[in-house]
T-cell receptor, first 113, second 116 residues
Framework: AAGVIQSPRHLIKEKRETATLKCYPI?????VYWYQQGPGQDPQFLIS???????DKGSIPDRFSAQQFSDYHSELNMSSLELGDSALYFC????????????FGPGTRLTVL | GENVEQHPSTLSVQEGDSAVIKCTYS??????FPWYKQELGKRPQLIID?????GEKKDQRIAVTLNKTAKHFSLHITETQPEDSAVYFC???????????????FGSGTRLQVQP
């Protein structure tokens, strides 16, 4: 069965650089969520999109932005990167006609040097 | 907003024993409670979930119970095996007051170690 696809899987950036993470949801899923997971921590909700509109906002810094495109893929744009942004970034998708079962992608490991 | 507390933070059991992980939530509007298993460096994987209209659900060696009155839910793993070793996260889904859409709030995780 098709799963959530994320790219790139690994990314190394310098402080103050920008990064773009991509997420391709499971086919026919209409909602995408972004989570940030630091070492030894639980996933922290950043932002979500439903039918290409922002549907909920969590602890996303102002330096980050995201959008969902017409083909339902989503991109997380991160600017002025800081050392503390180093983390695993997961995208999850769901079909919001149901109870919101969220399925996670493999994640992007971002390292900021 | 929703607050989910999870205990214990670490749990070590012998192979074949049972393991129980407990979570409490604060928002009485929460109506969906999934459990995720995460191995080191990998994605959280949904292992079982329960909806607010039932009190218990079982899938082979895994069961989840929900007490809506007390606002707590638990994961039970029987006949544990070394491959059950991982971090387990509980979560609660609530309706966003601003958007009407659902979001997941996670517990802090339980590191389960099954000793062979």
């Amino acid at each position: 069965a098709a799963g959530v696809i994320q790219s790139p899987r690994h990314l190394i950036k310098e402080k103050r650089e920008t990064a773009t993470l991509k997420c391709y949801p499971i086919p026919r899923h209409d909602t995408v969520y972004w989570y940030q997971q630091g070492p030894g921590q639980d996933p922290q909700f950043l932002i979500s999109f439903y039918e290409k509109m922002q549907s909920d906002k969590g602890s996303i810094p102002d330096r980050f932005s995201a959008q969902q495109f017409s083909d339902y893929h989503s991109e997380l744009n991160m600017s002025s990167l800081e050392l503390g942004d180093s983390a695993l970034y997961f995208c999850a998708s769901s079909f919001n006609g149901g109870y919101n079962e969220q399925f996670f992608g493999p994640g992007t490991r971002l390292t900021v040097l | 907003g929703e607050n989910v507390e999870q205990h214990p933070s670490t749990l070590s059991v012998q192979e074949g024993d049972s393991a129980v992980i407990k979570c409490t939530y604060s928002d009485s509007a929460s109506n969906y409670f999934p459990w995720y298993k995460q191995e080191l460096g990998k994605r959280p994987q949904l292992i079982i979930d329960i909806r607010s209209n039932v009190g218990e659900k079982k899938d082979q060696r895994i069961a989840v119970t929900l007490n809506k009155t007390a606002k707590h839910f638990s994961l039970h793993i029987t006949e544990t095996q070394p491959e059950d070793s991982a971090v387990y996260f509980c979560a609660a889904s609530t309706i966003s007051r601003d958007t009407g859409r659902r979001a997941l709030t996670f517990g802090s995780g339980t590191r389960l170690q099954v000793q062979p």
